[in-house]
């Protein structure tokens, strides 16, 4: 019984060993498996996603090849000119004393900032309006001394 006993403890020994060996294997990378994924956009620190705009460049047919630091350089430029115009159309609705951003507030952002305006100046957006603006010509003359020499030309 003894030897059976042995043979036994041995044998789980064995089959506990070979159990470890599988685990800590992972996929020949040496121990360094069961990481998890970063993504391209919190490499780069952006919030746009880099890979769906790598897929549209891809998918567009914009060119053959597009290289690895294309899409994050778009990404970059798209978040920037987004938080510019959500920065201005913020500052547009506090103006307004409005706390929610709406289709006019982006309008008078980008029509009031040259640099915007010289980019999207083509650009319709819908609800959006027009700038107020009354030409000079059209504003009542203020009163004053040449007020009241028209009033005594024209009494007779």
Not at 114 to 130: D, P, R, S, W, Y
């Amino acid at each position: 019984q003894k030897q059976k006993q042995k043979q036994t403890r041995t044998r789980t020994r064995t089959t506990a060993t070979v159990t470890i060996t599988v685990t800590m294997s992972g996929k020949g990378k040496g121990g360094r498996g069961d990481k998890k994924s970063v993504s391209r956009s919190s490499k780069a620190g952006l919030q746009f996603p880099v890979g769906r705009i790598g897929r549209f460049l891809k998918a567009g047919k914009y060119s053959t090849r597009v290289g690895g630091g294309a899409p994050v350089y778009l990404a970059a430029v798209l978040e920037y000119l987004c938080a510019e115009i959500l920065e201005l159309a913020g500052n547009a609705a506090r103006d307004n004393k409005k706390s929610r951003i709406v289709p006019r507030h982006i309008t008078l952002a980008v029509k009031n900032d040259e640099e915007l305006n010289k980019l999207l100046g083509n650009v319709t957006i819908a609800a959006g309006g027009v700038l107020p603006n009354i030409h000079a010509v059209l504003l009542p003359k203020k009163s004053g001394i040449s007020n009241k020499k028209s009033m005594q030309s024209q009494d007779y």
